[in-house]
Structures are given as structure tokens and as C-alpha cells.
């Protein structure tokens, strides 16, 4: 009876200890089962939302990249600099010819000068502003601002100075006329002229021809043909004979 009782509760010992095995083993399993098992949903969720909006990122039209593919990076200012003192050192500097002054297209006439006779021949009517002269045309004394010099209709008249062409007029009492500014204020004037050679704003040099002696008109017929020749200086009347060239 005492046999029976002992291997009961050698028994009951031995199942407490199985019991207890199970159970530690049990604890162990768990514990290895929650470290490596699968994330919760909702980090899985997250983490999948993640990969999602990363791999639908917008898409761009062919425009848009060409124009971030060709937008050029800011330049450094310092870097601006030094690229446009380069291109400055590199471009070639224009060489400007000195400045002097012109040469005059002609000699400026003064009263250290001699002007030419334009025709050669004697004075038939002489200049006189003060006293009153005999006019054979017209019969009768007045005052004269030119010289009449006799010359054949035809003859070639020359320029008395270099000078530039002012006007080439026209009228009933000398004809056609040729006024050429010589400078310093000085100017002459040729009438009774034809077949001119010239135009207004030309140059022309003392001896060139400007035209020929014309039959003269009626306000001077009765002295044949002639040059009727007339000196200004500041655009007053001077006697032409005080700057003709004398015979020596």
C-alpha cells in the first residue's frame, strides 16, 4: 500500500515537471515568433504608400526637359568679369587717324594779293561811287560801282583769284553774271558774259575760263562789247583797279 502511494506521487512529480518544460519551451517559442515576424499592417501600409508616391512622380513633357537641359547655370560675377576683360583684350582695338587740319581746297584772297584781269583790253567806263561819270548809253552822269573793259564778243574772261561759285544770275540791265566768293569777304563779279562754263558751289582757281563776252545789252550798247567787272569786299563796292595786278 505504501509501494502504490510512493509511485503515485513520484509520478505526479515527474508530470509537474513535463508540465513545466512544455510550458518554458511554449514561452521561448513566442518570444522568437513575435522578434521575427512581418512588420504590422499599417507600417506595411505605410511603407508601400512610400514606394508608391516615389515611383509616381510627375512625368514631364519633352518641353520641359529640353528647357532644364538647356538652362544655363548663373555665372559667379567675379567669373562675368574676368570673361569680359578676356573678350575685351581679345577684340581689336580700331586705330583712329590723327585728326589734322584740312588744306584749303583754295587760297584765301587778301589784300597782300593781286588779282589777274579777267579779259585784257583798256577800261572804257571807269568805277566812280563818289562823283557822278558819263554814261554814253544812256547820256547822262551817274555813279558807277564796275569797270567796263572793251573786250571782242568771244573772248574768253578768266577768274581774277581762286574762289568758290556763289550765283550765276541773269537780268535785263548786265546780262548773265558769274559772282565768285575768294575769301576774307572778298568777292568779284563778271557781267556781260555767255556761254558759262560753271556751276554754283564750284571751286575754281585764279586764270580758269568762266565763259565768253556777249553782245551787250541795251543799257550799255554804245559801248560795244565788253566785261563788266565788279569788286566787293564785306559786300561793299572797292575800286577794282586797287587789287588788279599792275604791269611792272
Known amino acids: 500500500m505504501e509501494d502504490k502511494e510512493k509511485n503515485k506521487g513520484g509520478k505526479k512529480g515527474f508530470y509537474i515537471a513535463l508540465y513545466s518544460a512544455v510550458a518554458v519551451f511554449a514561452l521561448t517559442a513566442i518570444a522568437v515568433t513575435n522578434t521575427g515576424s512581418p512588420a504590422p499592417k499599417e507600417e506595411m ?4 504608400t512610400e514606394n508608391i508616391a516615389v515611383n509616381q512622380s510627375p512625368v514631364r513633357s519633352y518641353k520641359e526637359q529640353a528647357t532644364e537641359t538647356t538652362t544655363l547655370a548663373p555665372v559667379p560675377e567675379a567669373k562675368a568679369e574676368e570673361e569680359t576683360q578676356k573678350a575685351a583684350e581679345q577684340t581689336p582695338v580700331a586705330v583712329v587717324p590723327e585728326v589734322r587740319d584740312a588744306e584749303p581746297l583754295y587760297t584765301l584772297f587778301d589784300d597782300t594779293k593781286e588779282m589777274l584781269w579777267p579779259v585784257s583790253g583798256p577800261i572804257i567806263m571807269d568805277y566812280s561811287v563818289e562823283t557822278g561819270i558819263f554814261d554814253k548809253t544812256l547820256e547822262q552822269y551817274r555813279t558807277h560801282d564796275s569797270l567796263c573793259i572793251s573786250a571782242a564778243a568771244g573772248e574768253s574772261v578768266v577768274a581774277a583769284a581762286d574762289g568758290v561759285v556763289m550765283s550765276i544770275t541773269q537780268n535785263d540791265e548786265k546780262g548773265k553774271s558769274v559772282s565768285i566768293d575768294h575769301g576774307n569777304g572778298w568777292c ?9 562754263s560753271l556751276a554754283e558751289g564750284q571751286i575754281v582757281k585764279q586764270g580758269d575760263v568762266i565763259g565768253c563776252i556777249a553782245q551787250p545789252t541795251k543799257y550799255s550798247s554804245a559801248l560795244g562789247s565788253h566785261l563788266d567787272f565788279a569788286v566787293t569786299l564785306d559786300n561793299m563796292p572797292t575800286d577794282p583797279k586797287l587789287v588788279l595786278k599792275t604791269d611792272e
Do not use: F
Not at 501600409?45 to 508601400?48: I, N, R, V, Y
Not at 568779284?188 to 558759262?196: A, F, L
Open 45 to 48: 501600409k505605410t511603407e508601400q
Open 188 to 196: 568779284t563779279t563778271y557781267s556781260q558774259i555767255d556761254n558759262i
